[in-house]
T-cell receptor
């Protein structure tokens, strides 16, 4: 069975500093990988995805993520955090082929301190 | 920018009652999904729907659950006899049918918070 792990429930970072939100996956085969962000009382907003090609993918709001097949990781990064980046971040995976359901990690609450 | 909408935003019901959660997917999308998130837990897949039939369903999606696309715009989730443990945030999502081997991200609605008393 496939699974996605986000080892940190909470990440705190000072404004202007780089941020990393970690994600590892356990999927048989080659997955599609995603990051979503959830603001209070809002739905899940798509940030970026890895399908194939370059291991470094760039997404919305200056976020990027690096796919590392050997470490089965897909960490979310941003060079300079903003207070407005404070939100709940979810990593998700799905298998290639007909299966399209997303398997989510448990989420990481990012707090950017002014 | 088009978005997925869901109604109501919050539904309170008594245990044993039937509830219908409504979603309007993005108009040119063809794949639809329901997920749920119990407070403090992961977002979990319930069911996917394509071409007027269920494509996949999880073990959570038992006989108490059903989905329907009653017209060209709405996509509904019905829970026939709600239980306390059905209390959760329910998210609808949609995605266009991707050409070839590409994969489109799923677009999520804002969710319906279901509270079963």
């Amino acid at each position: 069975a496939q699974s996605v792990a986000q080892p940190e429930d909470q990440v705190n970072v000072a404004e202007g500093n780089p941020l990393t939100v970690k994600c590892t996956y356990s999927v048989s085969g080659n997955p599609y990988l995603f990051w979503y962000v959830q603001y209070p009382n809002r739905g899940l907003q798509f940030l970026l995805k890895y399908i194939t090609g370059d291991n470094l993918v760039k997404g919305s709001y200056g976020f990027e993520a690096e796919f590392n097949k050997s470490q089965t990781s897909f960490h979310l990064k941003k060079p300079s955090a903003l207070v407005s980046d404070s939100a709940l971040y979810f990593c998700a995976a799905t298998l290639r082929g007909s299966a399209r359901q997303l398997t989510f990690g448990s989420g990481t609450q990012l707090t950017v301190l002014p | 920018e088009p978005e997925v909408t869901q109604t109501p935003s919050h539904q309170v019901t008594q245990m044993g009652q039937e509830v219908i959660l409504r979603c309007v997917p993005i108009s040119n999308h063809l794949y639809f999904y329901w997920y749920r998130q119990i407070l403090g837990q992961k977002v979990e897949f319930l069911v996917s729907f394509y071409n007027n039939e269920i494509s996949e369903k999880s073990e959570i999606f038992d006989d108490q659950f059903s989905v329907e696309r009653p017209d060209g715009s709405n996509f509904t989730l019905k829970i026939r006899s709600t239980k306390l443990e059905d209390s959760a945030m329910y998210f609808c999502a949609s995605t266009p049918l991707p050409p070839g081997n590409s994969y489109n991200e799923q677009f999520f609605g804002p969710g319906t918070r279901l509270t079963v008393l």
